[in-house]
């Protein structure tokens, strides 16, 4: 078993992502910038953002967090979104979710502007993906294809069995894998919550994605020998032990997979920092698009 490692592989993408900022400003440009807006204080939520903010800063992009109160109207949030959507120095804007339930995830979605939706939350970029057109790919499901890449690990002809259909994971990591590119051209499964006899697809999986969010619900016994291990859960459970009285756990039960699969993502430290990853080459790709602009 080898593990997937995503703080090597995130560090690579960064490190290359870093070296084209350094470039574009040695040419006398601005540095890209990334907008994100966090609503209230989920505890998960702060902390994602937080390293959302960090993980710019190390490869000097330009970032500028918004914070907004749990009571914020959704009128408000969307007048900061046209704010910034018609700010010619932001390149990416994002909107952490979930948001709170007043608010209709939907209406702010849709109100980024596609080409600064570093997110790929919008129906112009999800039917872009589907299309196998250009556009900004939602940054886990990136991420995910970015580490399989850095791996080496060969996805065509393969089945690929992915657990969740999200919009922000499980469908487009189900599109990722099915499209005609070097990392597609499998033959893929997305299993769901009315999915039958599931184990007995699992157990077809030469590269398993889980998405569910439900932790270590994959086991051993639910695993092909020697397949890839995918595990996209970050769920919080409390643990006394540790002092933030929480622990991480994803979605696979590692103990029990990791001996027999041939490569495995752990959590904390996979698919987490390839989000970042995937979300940083976005607001690149947005910055260059926009360079036109950028003075
Ligand atoms: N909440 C969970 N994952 C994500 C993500 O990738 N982007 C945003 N904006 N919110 C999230």
Do not use: W
Not at 6 to 26: C, D, P, R, T
Not at 269 to 285: E, P
Request: charged share 20%.
């Amino acid at each position: 078993m080898q593990m997937l490692d995503g703080k090597l592989a995130s560090a690579a993408v960064k490190k290359q992502l870093q070296e084209k900022v350094l470039a574009h400003i040695s040419q006398g440009k601005r540095a890209p910038h990334l907008a994100a807006i966090l609503v209230g204080s989920n505890g998960a939520s702060e902390t994602y953002v937080a390293s959302k903010v960090k993980n710019c800063e190390e490869i000097g992009f330009e970032s500028t967090l918004i914070r907004l109160d749990e009571k914020v109207t959704e009128v408000e949030l969307l007048a900061h979104i046209e704010q910034l959507n018609n700010n010619e120095g932001i390149d990416g804007i994002l909107v952490q979710l979930p948001l709170p339930k007043h608010i209709k995830e939907q209406a702010v979605i849709e109100a980024i502007h596609p080409s600064k939706d570093v997110d790929g939350f919008h129906p112009i970029n999800a039917g872009k993906l589907m299309q196998g057109m250009d556009c900004f790919i939602p940054a886990t499901p990136y991420g995910v294809v970015l580490l399989l890449q850095h791996y080496g690990i060969e996805t065509k002809g393969k089945h690929a069995v992915v657990l969740g259909r999200s919009n922000i994971v499980g469908r487009p990591m189900s599109i990722l894998l099915s499209n005609a590119s070097a990392t597609g051209n499998c033959t893929v499964t997305l299993c769901h919550r009315n999915t039958e006899n599931l184990a007995s697809i699992t157990q077809q999986a030469d590269i398993l994605v889980a998405a569910i969010g439900i932790p270590e619900f994959v086991t051993a016994d639910m695993v092909k020998p020697d397949a890839v291990i995918i595990d996209v859960g970050i769920t919080r459970v409390v643990d006394t032990t540790k002092k933030s009285g929480f622990a991480i756990k994803g979605d696979v039960k590692f103990n029990e997979v990791a001996p027999k699969a041939s490569f495995i993502t752990p959590v904390p430290g996979g698919v987490g920092l390839m989000t970042i990853a995937g979300l940083l080459t976005n607001t690149l790709k947005a910055y260059e698009q926009n360079s036109v602009t950028v003075g």
